[in-house]
T-cell receptor
Framework: KQEVTQIPAALSVPEGENLVLNCSFT??????LQWFRQDPGKGLTSLLL?????REQTSGRLNASLDKSSGRSTLYIAASQPGDSATYLC???????????FGKGTRLSVIA | EAQVTQNPRYLITVTGKKLTVTCSQN?????MSWYRQDPGLGLRQIYY???????DKGDVPEGYKVSRKEKRNFPLILESPSPNQTSLYFC?????????????FGAGTRLSVL
């Protein structure tokens, strides 16, 4: 059964720092990998989706990489801002028709 | 605007009183699902549906029912709610079987069962 782990569980950084969030998964047979952002008490917003055939995706200050063979993905946030404070979750579906399996998230605080 | 809409956003009820949380999407997605989110446990899937009249159990289906009579709607039904169903619930939808398709989430329904 697929398991997704995110480390660290919480992270606090000063504004302007570049940072990396980590996601690992136990079964490399994934369909894609998605990174989401969740603000307190709110829904999830999709940030980036990497298809299994891709190595990385970029959106603005965010860059996500995928290494299927090692079961890892990283989310790189450049020049962090207080508005980036949120919980970041990664999720993988084992195949196109199966449910997403989520990590428990990394709670990020960016201090002004 | 692409949307997944859940109602209500907040609900307080008592043990045993049947309730329904509605979910609607305007993107013509085949796949819809319900999750619950609890501290320390993360997001767990309750039920999902791959098309009209097709539903399947997720990881934590006990105590819940769903129906998919129309493509756009996927209500979550608690026939006899209990306090252990107090949680934050999310509805989600996406297209089926395309690796580039992202999953959209509703804003969530915070349910308290007293």
């Amino acid at each position: 059964k697929q398991e997704v782990t995110q480390i660290p569980a919480a992270l606090s950084v000063p504004e302007g720092e570049n940072l990396v969030l980590n996601c690992s998964f136990t079964d490399s047979a994934i369909y894609n990998l998605q990174w989401f952002r969740q603000d307190p008490g709110k829904g999830l917003t999709s940030l980036l989706l990497i298809q299994s055939s891709q190595r990385e995706q970029t959106s603005g200050r965010l860059n996500a990489s995928l290494d299927k063979s090692s079961g890892r993905s990283t989310l790189y946030i450049a020049a962090s801002q207080p508005g980036d404070s949120a919980t970041y979750l990664c999720a993988v579906p084992p195949s196109g028709n199966t449910p997403l399996v989520f990590g428990k998230g990394t709670r990020l605080s960016v201090i002004a | 605007e692409a949307q997944v809409t859940q109602n209500p956003r907040y609900l307080i009820t008592v043990t045993g009183k049947k309730l329904t949380v509605t979910c609607s999407q305007n993107m013509n997605h085949e796949y819809m699902s319900w999750y619950r989110q609890d501290p320390g446990l993360g997001l767990r899937q309750i039920y999902y549906s791959m098309n009209v009249e097709v539903t399947d159990k997720g990881d934590v289906p006990e105590g819940y029912k769903v129906s998919r009579k129309e493509k756009r709607n996927f209500p979550l039904i608690l026939e006899s709610p209990s306090p252990n169903q107090t949680s934050l619930y999310f509805c989600a939808s996406r297209r089926l079987a395309e690796a580039k398709n992202i999953q959209y989430f509703g804003a969530g329904t915070r349910l308290s069962v007293l």
